[in-house]
């Protein structure tokens, strides 16, 4: 990678982040990353509002020859009912020698799209090579992405979308179709209907209960957990877990809800969990009959390397400096 320390920092805004990286562009700077490998700090939280659940965050992470970052956000729960984003985030890009600042970025969308990149890319590794349904339990920001994510991986036939409000997923349904003109797309509210026939099942909510059972699934499903990250936030219920072979994106996801839980109960062991995204890029790749379950909460790594593939692109393109 070139630098460029004595050129000014670059700004780069939330609306250019899209015209600048793809999902590919992201799935392959995840990859290239993760085999190379970095170092990266405990994640910093701070609780702000008890009943809200809002909170300060703070992450870092740094490589030689990539870069050093420092990524802080402050989440608000409660904004989903204000229409409002529940999450606002800022990344900053220093140079892996120097220290000069590179870039800072509103990194909001940039989050999105290497959070949906990573289940991409595991699902590249976990899931059915010939996997053509994809269950998405979503009807945020995040659920068109993961599905446009997924098929990049997998030449995806029909998607469906659940959500409790089937207003609410047929929308998002109608949005997705637009990304991918050539799959057929369905709505409903019955989860386990959702799921019945999926090869994939990706989930990005925000629940505290299980939305996703493990009776419901046929066999050899890859299970895509994306929307819990605290220990009282759980997507899926044990059956999920139980038998499964689970990877996460980094080791502190053993602390979110979806592991931490079904880990208590004795649903799974610790052996259950094979290792975390630099182990499955970096190894040779798993055998992959029975059920594979992803469990992702984002890490300064993911961040880091889709910053710096970020910076690039804004470089050739001539993107201003700040």
């Known amino acids: 990678m070139t630098n460029a320390p004595s050129a000014p920092a670059l700004w780069i805004a939330a609306g ?33 509002d008890a009943e809200d659940g809002a909170g300060l965050f703070a992450m870092m992470a740094w490589q030689a020859g990539v870069g050093r970052l420092v990524k802080v956000m402050s989440a608000t729960p409660s904004n989903a009912g204000r229409g409002l984003p529940t999450s606002a985030e800022t990344v900053s890009l220093f140079d892996p020698v120097t220290g000069a600042l590179l870039a800072v970025v509103e990194a909001a969308p940039l989050t999105a799209l290497r959070t949906a990149a990573a289940s991409a890319l595991v699902a590249e590794y976990l899931a059915p090579a010939g996997a053509e349904v994809l269950a998405v339990m979503a009807t945020g920001p995040l659920a068109p992405l993961l599905a446009r994510a997924h098929a990049e991986v997998r030449p995806l036939r029909r998607i469906v979308v659940w959500g409790r409000d089937g207003s609410r997923a047929a929308a998002t349904a109608a949005e997705i179709g637009a ?132 910076y690039d692109r804004a470089r050739q393109a001539g993107a201003g400096a700040a």
């Not at 995840?30 to 701070?46: W, Y």
């Not at 209907?193 to 699934?217: C, F, K």
């Open 16 to 48: 250019q982040i899209p015209r600048l990286v793809s999902c590919r562009d992201l799935i392959e700077a995840l990859r290239d990353g993760f085999r190379s490998g970095a170092s990266t700090a405990p994640r910093i939280r701070h609780e702000v």
């Open 179 to 310: 990304l991918l003109p050539g799959v057929d797309l369905a709505s409903t509210s019955d989860a386990r209907a959702a799921v019945a026939e999926a090869d994939v099942v990706s989930t990005a909510t925000r629940a505290t209960e299980p939305i996703l059972r493990g009776a419901w699934l046929k066999p050899g499903v890859h299970v895509d957990l994306v929307g819990g990250y605290l220990p009282e936030m759980r997507e899926s219920d044990d059956a999920v877990m139980a038998g499964a072979a689970i990877w996460l994106d980094h080791l502190p996801a053993m602390e979110a809800g979806d592991i931490a839980q079904p880990l208590q109960s004795g649903a799974i062991r610790a052996s259950d969990i094979r290792g975390d995204l630099r182990d499955l890029v970096s190894g040779a790749p798993p055998a992959t009959t029975g059920r594979t379950v992803f469990k992702s909460v984002g890490c300064a790594l993911e961040d880091l390397y889709a910053a710096r593939r970020l």
